[in-house]
């Protein structure tokens, strides 16, 4: 549930409760660095509640990332703004670590500034290749972008803001793919359930088909079953693959599937996304879930 309510013309607030859920750093020593070097000022509602804002958060994202690379909380607490900006840059730079990259972007989202944004993702491509960059800090990044609309802390502006410079990034990487398919190559419908909107995740799975040399019929977001029936009349799949976010509760999921794999038990259905994790029930045989990334490539290098 979001811990704060505010209008359009509101400061975002944070309890300390979400700064630790975004920053990774405790409650506790949150309030101890706040009692002892002033890191944050938090301010009081009416109600004499305590809340934090943007400016507290990016401070602590910041501080967060120069902590987890040997800088002592007393020595940080001491820099100028642009020394403090300067050393987070250096690190991102030259560090391996997916978690600065990742605080990156959120401030990245949070300030709107997409030069940011285009800096961080450009720096990590270089360091790990384009996949990695989207498996290991893309992925966590949305992650932390679902917790930050959990607790009701950033607009709908911001998220689309962020998610479609994403979604330029992937469509691409998408469209520089070969166009020639291999010969024996495959045909994967891709598509998300109705009412479905995120399609990041499917989107990528694009990317590695094309990449592995298969065909790609993308119909993207909220796709009603009569016009997937439709879709399979006119073109010839081998295989389907869907995406589940947010679009329906997890226990109508399972209908679902068991909808979709009567409809088409001929074919293998891959599905993914954040909620197949909670299914429980049995599914048919002809659903496949898909863990991860690399789970995927495997099955591709097979058929």
């Keep these: 549930m979001a811990s704060t309510q505010y209008t359009l013309y509101d400061m975002i607030r944070y309890s300390i409760n979400d700064l630790e859920k975004i920053t990774g750093i405790k409650a506790h020593t949150i309030r101890i660095w706040e009692k002892r070097y002033n890191v944050v000022c938090p301010q009081r509602t009416n109600t004499n509640i305590r809340y934090y804002n943007d400016d507290d958060l990016k401070k602590l994202l910041n501080i967060s990332i120069l902590n987890k690379h040997g800088f002592r909380i007393s020595d940080i607490v001491k820099m100028e703004d642009g020394s403090l900006c300067e050393k987070i840059l250096e690190i991102s730079n030259s560090s391996g670590d997916y978690e600065s990259h990742i605080n990156n972007l959120i401030v990245s989202m949070i300030e709107m500034d997409e030069s940011k944004f285009e800096k961080v993702l450009a720096s990590a491509i270089i360091k790990l290749g384009f996949e990695k960059t989207i498996t290991h800090i893309i992925y966590s990044f949305l992650e932390k972008v679902g917790i930050l609309w959990q607790v009701g802390t950033i607009n709908p502006a911001q998220e689309h803001f962020i998610t479609n410079l994403i979604r330029q990034k992937l469509i691409i990487a998408i469209d520089g793919q070969e166009s020639s398919p291999r010969p024996d190559a495959k045909t994967f419908l891709l598509y998300l359930p109705e009412n479905e909107l995120h399609e990041m995740g499917l989107l990528f799975y694009s990317y590695i088909i094309k990449k592995s040399g298969h065909k790609v019929i993308y119909l993207g977001q909220s796709v009603p079953l009569k016009d997937l029936l439709q879709v399979i009349k006119i073109r010839e799949t081998d295989y389907i693959i869907t995406y589940f976010v947010a679009a329906m509760e997890s226990k109508q999921i399972p209908g679902y599937l068991a ?45």
């Design 259 to 303: 909808k979709i794999s009567r409809e088409f038990d001929y074919k293998d259905i891959f599905i993914a996304g954040l909620q197949i994790e909670q299914i429980e029930e049995t599914l048919s045989p002809n659903i496949k879930p898909i863990k991860d990334v690399e789970e995927f490539k495997s099955y591709l290098n097979r058929i």
